[in-house]
């Protein structure tokens, strides 16, 4: 068995006079902290990437930061889904038997610590360097494709999209270290500039500073109870030109394989941990996986069926559309939540009778797919 002891974050969004290191071991500490462990007690440390600091070695760039000498350490490329993978190889570390007290990390200063063109330029990465860069593409312009695809399929509208930007702006509103935290309207997304039709300003994450932590045990070792019962990942291709099925991108393969491994299924899930890059993620991800019917998100929306009194509540910290999107730590911060969320120290965003939560990493353009089952013991 593995646990999630603890947990810790930064304050999300503009953090003026922060880096990479700065986030990533303030958020470190608090996590550490909330496992009722000390710095000497890691001898496990996983770090995601960073654009603002690409080093080559960044595990032990950290952990020299926090002054530890761990057993095992590097850092990990997967994208978004990058949080959750080294919480899923973390779990793997300390069952069996290698690590005790595994450390995964993220963090990096994206709003403050580039500028567009920088920013630009780095995600551009992410395209086929022959079908897809020289034409100028960009991820909210990969998505933008994806989205009018989807929605000439399957009959989603604009204004279903726009029901997931509100719902979770009006969950970040109670979080208080959420980027954007002041409630939008439909209309208002509807309203607000194109950025790659069908998606406008309003249906894509903010660009964030922030930093985020996690501590994996073999036994939990704080107040919070949450195991890790069951992981799954698929990796169908990487650039969205060699896809294959744009209505089977990988997540439900990943999310099947967590299922499988857990003895669960979809209805058996109490929360959602979903990532949301861009309300089409949020909205092709929730279908492929089954929880609800294709093109149905809006309308589980409207319903309230996300909230947190709804059958369904969903990133209830906001997600990456409004708590704020820094890289890897956007996507980990649904994790973090989820264990909030299970082990009933959410605050005024706390749901009732959660004693499960499904969470679900994408990274790429709907390339890598890293789900999680989490239960409360």
């Given at each position: 068995m593995a646990y999630i002891a603890g947990v810790g974050n930064t304050r999300y969004g503009v953090v003026e006079g922060s880096s990479t290191t700065s986030l990533m071991?303030?958020?470190?500490?608090a996590a550490i902290a909330d496992a009722g462990l000390a710095l000497r007690d890691i001898d496990g440390l996983l770090t995601g990437y960073s654009t603002t600091l690409p080093h080559i070695m960044l595990a032990t760039v950290v952990s020299e930061r926090l002054g530890i000498r761990p057993t095992y350490a590097h850092s990990m490329q997967?994208?978004?889904?990058?949080?959750?993978?080294m919480v899923m190889l973390a779990r793997l570390l300390v069952e069996s038997g290698q690590c005790r007290a595994v450390l995964c990390v993220a963090g990096e200063n994206r709003a403050t610590g580039q500028s567009r063109d920088q920013s630009i330029q780095t995600l551009a990465q992410a395209g086929h360097p022959d079908y897809e860069v020289p034409y100028g593409?960009?991820?909210p312009a990969y998505y933008g494709l994806l989205a009018a695809r989807y929605m000439h399929q399957f009959g989603v509208t604009g204004l279903d999209l726009a029901e997931l930007a509100v719902v979770m702006r009006a969950h970040a509103t109670r979080h208080p270290d959420a980027h954007q935290r002041q409630p939008i309207t439909v209309e208002q997304v509807m309203a607000s500039k194109p950025i790659a039709l069908p998606l406008?300003?309003?249906d894509c994450c903010p660009v964030s500073d922030g930093g985020i932590a996690a501590v994996i045990t073999r036994e939990p070792t704080g107040e919070a109870k949450v195991r890790i019962r069951g992981a799954g990942q698929a990796h169908l291709h990487q650039h969205i030109s060699?896809?294959?099925?744009?209505?089977?991108?990988?997540?439900?393969e990943s999310a099947a394989r967590a299922f499988a491994e857990a003895g669960m299924a979809v209805t058996d899930m109490?929360?959602?941990?979903v990532y949301d890059s861009f309300t089409i993620t949020l909205a092709m991800l929730l279908e492929e996986i089954g929880f609800v019917r294709r093109a149905g998100s809006g309308e589980a929306a409207r319903a309230g069926r996300f909230g947190r009194e709804g059958d369904l509540p969903l990133n209830l910290h906001g997600g990456l559309l409004s708590f704020g999107h820094c890289g890897v730590g956007g996507g980990f911060a649904h994790l973090v939540e989820a264990q909030r969320q299970l082990s009933g120290r959410a605050g005024d965003r706390q749901a009732s009778n959660v004693p499960t939560?499904?969470?679900?990493?994408?990274?790429?353009?709907?390339?890598?797919?890293?789900?999680?089952?989490?239960?409360?013991v």
């Open positions: 071991t303030d958020a470190a500490h997967a994208g978004g889904a990058t949080g959750v993978a593409a960009t991820i406008r300003l309003l060699q896809a294959r099925d744009w209505a089977a991108m990988g997540a439900s109490r929360y959602l941990a939560a499904f969470v679900h990493g994408d990274g790429g353009v709907m390339s890598s797919h890293v789900s999680m089952i989490l239960e409360r």
